[in-house]
């Protein structure tokens, strides 16, 4: 009987993931760090989408040049950029509504 592959490695840093099944997929990431948590909601769109969010916000391509470079329509750009912004947003705030409070060093802790 072949074992099934694990979703992403198992950290105990990564385990306050398991509450939300849609933070299973991707690799690992430090929640508190907001490159990382930028890369993973990018990497977590689809590949149409993300392709389109990429060209238009890294190469900085406008809405007809990515619309020729990818065989789509201008409207098609516009409706993949769209979503590629909304489930970007959608998932950081998921992210960091749901990650787990820094520990506090002893020096950092209020007085009580």
């Not at 391509?61 to 950029?81: C, M």
Request: glycine fraction near 2%.
């Amino acid at each position: 009987m072949a074992l099934l592959p694990l979703p992403w490695p198992i950290v105990p840093s990564q385990w306050w993931r398991w509450r939300h099944p849609t933070l299973w997929r991707g690799k690992t990431f430090d929640p508190h760090n907001t490159q990382q948590v930028m890369s993973y909601a990018v990497f977590r769109l689809r590949r149409e989408t993300r392709d389109v969010f990429l060209l238009n916000h890294i190469k900085a391509l406008d809405y007809a040049l990515i619309a020729r470079h990818l065989g789509l329509s201008v409207a098609d750009v516009q409706t993949n950029l769209a979503d590629a912004l909304f489930e970007i947003s959608r998932t950081v705030d998921l992210i960091e509504r749901v990650r787990p409070r820094p520990k506090l060093s002893n020096a950092e802790q209020p007085d009580v």
